[in-house]
Structure formats: structure tokens, C-alpha cells
């Protein structure tokens, strides 16, 4: 079965600092798609990106980057030059194709960034 | 474009009670998912409605359950409450059924006492 790992469950940084959220998953399918939500004070889970498992290519989105590498097995993020309002909660998520409607989400990574 | 909205905001009911929470999907979407988020956890799937008809379900007992309107708003009901039913009930909304790009509510806060 499907499972997401967030080894990290809280960070810290200063203000500018560069960090980088890990995301490990295990599926036996061939197909899947990860994803990377946020989750601010107000509950509401933000979508940030999908990702195909036949498409490694490497995403950047403003201050945002995404590392995805099948071989080990990992969707990194790393958020650029922090900003307090990045300060949440951020969830990796898998589906795989076999079952695409039940999407499995990590525990969670929380993430304070400090002025 | 309207997004996805859910009531009510927050509830608290007693062991044993039924609730209904409520879902309105964001414009021209037609597929729902309700998820269960307990405190300091990743949300857990529950069952997805796609035009009306479950399609797909969490390992949730057969006391939730769910209904989906013509409207594509959709209902999540949960009879018999425990204590460990507290929780962020949230529901998603896609423009298709499956992996696709899902759009969230803010979610119901749910206290069973």
C-alpha cells in the first residue's frame, strides 16, 4: 500500500534562509502522482503542486523548487529566501493509479519562519 | 469563481449523536472528497462522490457515509459519534474524478465530548 513520509516534523529558520522540506513515498504501482499541499493557521489546505511519476524534471515556481527523484524515492521542496508568511504546515501527498481517488498525505512538516 | 465552502464552521456534539457536514464544490467542478484530519496528523481519505455515485472509499466504518447533489454539493454523514471522531472534517473539490488537482475547503471543526 501507499505511504508518505515526512521525517521532519518541525523546522525553524530565520528569515532569508533557504529550506528544504523531505518527502519520502513507497507505492507498487507504476503510475502515481505526488503532491505537495500548504496548510496556514486558518486550516485551509493550499494546492502547490502535482507531479506525474513519469516526469522527473525538476519545478521551480517563484521561490519555490521541487526535487523529485525516483531512485530513492523522494519529492523534495525547498522554499527560497523564507518569508514569515511561509510559516505553516506542509503536507507531501501520493495516489497512485490503481486507486487515483484516495490520495495518502505525510504527517506533515511544520514550518516557522522567524522575522 | 467561487471556491469551495463547507458548514458549519465549527461543531460540538455528544458521544452517540448524528452529524451532517455540508460541502458546496467550487464552480464547474463535479467530483468531491471528504477527508478527516485529526489533530497533528495528515488528512485520511474518506470517500470520494463523483456525479453522484461514490467513487472510492477510506477505511472508514459504514457509519459515514455520504450523498452527492445534482448541484455537485455534497453531504458527509457520521452517525453513532465517538470521541475519536473529533476532528477537521475538510472536503475537496476536482474538475474530474481521481489524481487530479483538488481544491480545499476550510474545513468543519468537529468536538465530540
Known amino acids: 500500500a501507499q505511504k508518505v513520509t515526512q521525517a521532519q516534523t518541525e523546522i525553524s529558520v530565520v528569515e532569508k534562509e533557504d529550506v528544504t522540506l523531505d518527502c519520502v513515498y513507497e507505492t507498487r504501482d507504476t503510475t502515481y502522482y505526488l503532491f505537495w499541499y500548504k496548510q496556514p493557521p486558518s486550516g485551509e489546505l493550499v494546492f502547490l503542486i502535482r507531479?506525474?511519476?513519469?516526469?522527473?524534471q525538476n519545478e521551480i515556481s517563484g521561490r519555490y523548487s521541487w526535487n523529485f527523484q525516483k531512485s530513492t524515492s523522494s519529492f523534495n521542496f525547498t522554499i527560497t529566501a523564507s518569508q514569515v508568511v511561509d510559516s505553516a504546515v506542509y503536507f507531501c501527498?501520493?495516489?497512485?493509479?490503481?486507486?487515483?481517488?484516495?490520495?495518502?498525505f505525510g504527517a506533515g512538516t511544520r514550518l516557522t519562519v522567524k522575522p | 469563481e467561487t471556491g469551495v465552502t463547507q458548514s458549519p464552521t465549527h461543531l460540538i456534539k455528544t458521544r452517540g449523536q448524528q452529524v451532517t457536514l455540508r460541502c458546496s464544490s467550487q464552480?464547474?467542478?463535479?467530483?468531491v472528497s471528504w477527508y478527516q484530519q485529526a489533530l497533528g496528523q495528515g488528512p485520511q481519505f474518506i470517500f470520494q462522490y463523483y456525479r453522484e455515485e461514490e467513487n472510492g472509499r477510506g477505511n472508514f466504518p459504514p457509519r459515514f457515509s455520504g450523498l452527492q447533489f445534482p448541484n455537485y454539493s455534497s453531504e458527509l454523514n457520521v452517525n453513532a459519534l465517538e470521541l475519536d471522531d473529533s476532528a477537521l472534517y475538510l472536503c475537496a473539490s476536482s474538475v474530474l474524478a481521481g489524481s487530479h488537482e483538488q481544491y480545499f475547503g476550510p474545513g468543519t471543526r468537529l468536538t465530540v465530548t
Open positions: 501527498a501520493l495516489s497512485e493509479e490503481a486507486n487515483n481517488n484516495d490520495m495518502r
Open positions: 464552480s464547474g467542478h463535479n467530483t
Open positions: 507531479r506525474n511519476s513519469f516526469d522527473e
